[in-house]
């Protein structure tokens, strides 16, 4: 059968255009790298038909793509699969393999990794890294977290505020972590799991030297779940030598991250305060005619909308202390220098981050002013 150069042009476009809009979109999550690191932005715990999600690992890759994500990871329970009279799989690597081959022809990292499935106090924990899930399916959960660490995995502990295992919504530490910690079996902890930010998660990071993580846990869409309701699926950005699975996993081991949800930033003090100082950009700085009165804009070159708190000793002219830089976006502040200066230092509380249970990091910017 001959087909005309014109249909062959249409069918063409068409499947470009197909393709094209599968993988972009208005929506991409956006961090600038900091001194020294890449920022990696992951999404280490996710489902699909495999285990008790809704759809297939395709799927997921095209989401990550469409959200400008640098790595995921497809974290099926290998205990719990109420899916499997309709896909049966005994090999519990499938979802990995399904994920790997979609993603073969974009810059996009693939983790291996699994979840372990137990009631508390065990809990539910991710591990990724991992070279082989069939060999995590084990009867006691100890053996299971010896099996992740022989197989190099970095573990971390899912939504330990869940009120399904614990009805106070807080996390309790019991001896089976406390165990694990000591064996270097547990090595993080999420403290943000889909809308939920637990402050006494972040404690227990920092008590235990737990890699602080924050994920999305989805099960159905992003679209459905996040996207519609107006917010970005929950992330970990990881401050990385490198974008590679060797580098990122040195980073995770090491605690570089910081959790992210919309305009919730959490993380160490180490960690959070050099991205919030690259998250924004001075992009004027310059005094009002014949005033003192010292206009700067600031440019957001993040996705997520910045709440700053004025901690300065000089005051607003015509602005309030508490201001919004939104992502992507600027705002002009008008500060009262009382005389002309060179230069100052703008020091800003960033009210949407935290470093500790209610504390809020101070950010300083070096700021000169131009003639």
């Known amino acids: ?67 400008n ?36 022809n974009h810059d996009l990292l693939i983790i291996h990794g699994s979840e372990i499935t137990r009631q508390a106090p065990m809990g539910h924990n991710n591990a990724v890294f991992i070279q082989d899930a069939n060999k995590l399916l084990n009867e006691n959960a100890e053996d299971s977290f010896a099996e992740a660490k022989k197989q190099g995995a970095f573990i ?16 309790i530490l019991s001896d089976f972590q406390k165990e694990r910690i000591k064996k270097g079996e547990l090595n993080g902890i999420e403290v943000i799991n889909t809308g939920d930010y637990a402050e006494e998660s972040l404690a227990l990071a ?7 993580m924050g994920t999305s846990d989805i099960h159905g869409l ?16 990881v401050f990385a030598k490198e974008k590679t699975a060797e580098s990122l996993k040195d980073a995770l081991f090491a605690g570089r991250t910081v959790a992210v949800f919309n305009s919730l930033l959490v993380g160490k003090k180490e960690n959070l305060v050099p991205l919030l100082k690259a998250c924004i950009e001075v992009e004027k700085a310059e005094y009002i005619n014949k005033t003192s009165i010292l206009e700067v804009t600031l440019k957001n070159v993040s996705s997520s909308d910045l709440i700053f708190e004025n901690q300065m000793p000089y005051t607003f002219y015509s602005s309030s202390p508490v201001f919004t830089v939104p992502a992507g976006g600027t705002k002009t502040i008008n500060i009262k220098t009382l005389e002309k200066k060179d230069g100052i230092t703008l020091k800003l509380k960033a009210l949407g981050a935290y470093v500790a249970p209610k504390e809020q990091p101070t950010i300083e910017w070096a700021i000169k002013v131009e003639d």
């Open 156 to 171: 971390f502990w899912n939504h330990p505020a869940w009120y399904a295992q614990s009805p106070q919504g807080t996390p």
């Open 69 to 104: 994500l640098d790595v995921i990871s497809l974290t099926e329970h290998i205990e719990y699969q109420p899916h499997k009279e309709d896909i049966p799989h005994p090999d519990r690597n499938r979802s990995y393999h399904l994920a790997l081959q979609e993603a073969k």
């Open 1 to 67: 059968m001959k087909f005309h150069p014109l249909f062959i042009a249409l069918v063409s476009t068409l499947a470009l255009s197909a393709q094209d809009h599968s993988h972009k979109s208005s929506r991409a999550i956006t961090f600038p790298d900091v001194p020294g690191y890449k920022t990696l932005k992951t999404d280490l715990h996710q489902h699909t038909v495999f285990s008790d999600g809704n759809v297939w690992p395709t799927i997921r890759v095209m989401e990550a793509l469409r959200d």
């Open 222 to 237: 992003i679209d459905w779940d996040y996207i519609e309701k107006g917010h970005d699926r929950p992330i970990t950005l």
């Open 206 to 212: 920092l008590e235990n030297n737990l890699t602080i």
